[in-house]
C-alpha cells in the first residue's frame, strides 16, 4: 500500500484487515484535508474560510440502521428494548464486506483519544473513505501530539464507508444504511450514510458501555467552569441550548457535548464542539458564530450565498440540523485541559413547547433523578413532518439513543455522586412563556443567562421560593434583574384555564413515561413524580 502521512509503523490499517490498492492517507491535517477534499470535488469553501459538505438524503442521525452485536458479553448487559441486536455471524458478514469494499479506495486515518482523562481514556482510530469526514473527527475528538502518533496503538477502530450499501438479507440490517457497533471488540462499521455526527456518537456509546464499570458516569452534557473552580454540568437534549449556555464568556468551556463525572471530577470526552447553527448570528452566539465562520471550520448541510460565498444560516431548505463542526480552542475561553474538579452544579435543559415549566426550578437530589431518567423536551409544530402540535420528546438521561445499558444505571451513578458532593441541581426551560408554541414566545434569552448566573453563583439559594403545584419543585418568587412575571408561568397565560389544562396533560404525559422506570427506583424517586390531581386543581 501507498502509505503517506505519520503514523506507528508497527500499527498499520493491516492490522484491522484492511488493504487498499490506492493510498492511505495518515493523520493528515487541516491543510492537507482542504485540499483532498476540494480536489475530490467533495466538498466547498466558504467565503470565510469554512469548508462546507453536504450530507446527501442522510441530515441527521439513523437510529433506526444502528445496531449493537449480540455475543456473550452483551447479551445479558445491554438495554435491548432500546437497542437493536446484530448476531456476530451477521456482522463478520458486514466486516468482511467492508474490507471488501474498502480495496482500491483512497483511505484517511486518524487516530485520536475519547476521553481528556489520561487514567480513563479511549484510543480510537477512525478509518474514512472521505477526507472531510477525516478533518470532521479530528475537530471532534481529541488529537495527540505529533511525537505520540508514533506510538499510538488504538483500542476502538471505527471504518466509515459511506458508499457502502448494506444487504438486509446478508447482513440483517433494516435498509442499505447501517451503524453496527461491536463493544467486545470495539470495532464500528458505517455505511450508506455521510453523515459524520454517526462517527462521534458511536465513540460516545463505547464510552457509555466501558465507564460505568469503572465508576465513571458518561454525561450527553455540556460543561463550564467558573474563575474559582466551580464547575457545572448542563443536561438537555437538541436545541435546548446545551451549547449555546455552556459557552459563556464569564466562565471556562469544558465542552459542549459529552463528559465524563469520576472520582477525580469532571472530563471530556471531546476535543471539539459540534453546534446546531440554524439561525446563527453574531450578536446572540458570538463565540460559536466566530468559531463557525473561520478556516478549519466544517459546516455541514449550510447554504452558502452565490456571489460572497458566505453561509446562510437562517437558510433551512436542506435541513433544520445544519450543524458547524471545530475544534475546542477556537472558542476563546476553552479549557486547555479538558478536565476541572467535582462540579458544584447540575443544570437540566427543556425547551418546554407546552409552555408550562417555569424558567428555572431548583430540584431536590430525588427530583432531579426523576427528570434525569425522564430527559424530558418538546418538539414543535413543522420541525418534522406530521408533526402539528407542540409533542412531547422523552429520552432517558437526556441520552437514550446512545445507552448501551439500562438507564437506571446510569441515574443510580448520577444519583450517587450528587450525594456524596452536595450538588445543586436545577430544571431550566428554554422553551415557551405565555402560551404554547405558537401562541406565547420564546423565554428571552436574558432572563435565562440571568437566571443560570445565579444559580451558578449560588446567589440564587437565597432566594425565596414557592412550590409549584404540578411538579413540586421549587420555583424562585423574585430574582434580581429578571421580569418577576416569567417566574410563575401561569400568570403569563392570558386564559388561565387553559394553562391548568395545559399543565395536566403535560404532567400525564410524565407520569406515562415513567411508568417503565418504576421497578427500577427507590420510593424517594417515585414520590417525586408531578400530580395530575394537583395540575387539575
Known sequence: MNEIGQWNRACGIGLSGLTTEGSVYYNLQAPDLYRESLLRGEAELSGDGALVAHTGQHTGRSPKDKFIVRDRNTADVVWWNANQPMELDAFERLRADFIAHAVGRDLFVQDLVGGADPARNLPVRVVTEMAWHSLFIRNLLIRPELAELEEFLPRMTIIDLPSFRADPERHGTRSETVIAIDLTRLIVLIGGTAYAGEMKKAVFTALNHLLPEQGVMPMHCSANVGPSGDSAIFFGLSGTGKTTLSADPARTLIGDDEHGWGP????????????????????????????????????????????????????????????????????????????????????????????????????????????????????????????????????????????????????????????????????????????????????????????????????????????????????????????????????????????????????????????SFEDHVDHAVLGAAPRVLEAAE
Open 264 to 515: 477525580d471530577g469532571i472530563f471530556n470526552f471531546e476535543g471539539g464542539c459540534y453546534a446546531k447553527c440554524i439561525r446563527l448570528s453574531p450578536e446572540a452566539e458570538p463565540e460559536i458564530f466566530a468559531a463557525s465562520t473561520r478556516f478549519g471550520a466544517v459546516l455541514e448541510n449550510v447554504v452558502l450565498e452565490p456571489v460572497t460565498r458566505t453561509p446562510d444560516f437562517d437558510d433551512e431548505s436542506k435541513t433544520e440540523n445544519t450543524r458547524s463542526a471545530y475544534p475546542l480552542p477556537f472558542i476563546p475561553n476553552a479549557s486547555a485541559s479538558g478536565r476541572a474538579g467535582q462540579p458544584k452544579n447540575v443544570v437540566m435543559l427543556a425547551a418546554d413547547a407546552f409552555g408550562v415549566m417555569p424558567p428555572i426550578a431548583k430540584l431536590t437530589p430525588a427530583q432531579a433523578m426523576y427528570h434525569f431518567l425522564s430527559g424530558y423536551t418538546a418538539k414543535v409544530a413543522g420541525t418534522e413532518r406530521g408533526v402539528t402540535e407542540p409533542t412531547p420528546e422523552f429520552s432517558a438521561c437526556f441520552g437514550s439513543p446512545f445507552l448501551p445499558r439500562h438507564p437506571s444505571e446510569y441515574g443510580a451513578l448520577l444519583k450517587r455522586l450528587i450525594a456524596e458532593h452536595g450538588v445543586s441541581c436545577w430544571l431550566v426551560n428554554t422553551g415557551w412563556t405565555g402560551g404554547p408554541y405558537g401562541v406565547g414566545r420564546r423565554m428571552p434569552i436574558k432572563a435565562t443567562r440571568a437566571l443560570l448566573s445565579a444559580a451558578l453563583d449560588g446567589s440564587l439559594n437565597e432566594a425565596e421560593f414557592r412550590t409549584d403545584p404540578s411538579f413540586g419543585f421549587a420555583v424562585p418568587v423574585a430574582v434580581p434583574g429578571v421580569d418577576t412575571s416569567i417566574l410563575d408561568p401561569r400568570s403569563t397565560w392570558a386564559d388561565k384555564a387553559a394553562y391548568d389544562r395545559q399543565a395536566k396533560k403535560l404532567v400525564g404525559m410524565f407520569i406515562d413515561n415513567f411508568a
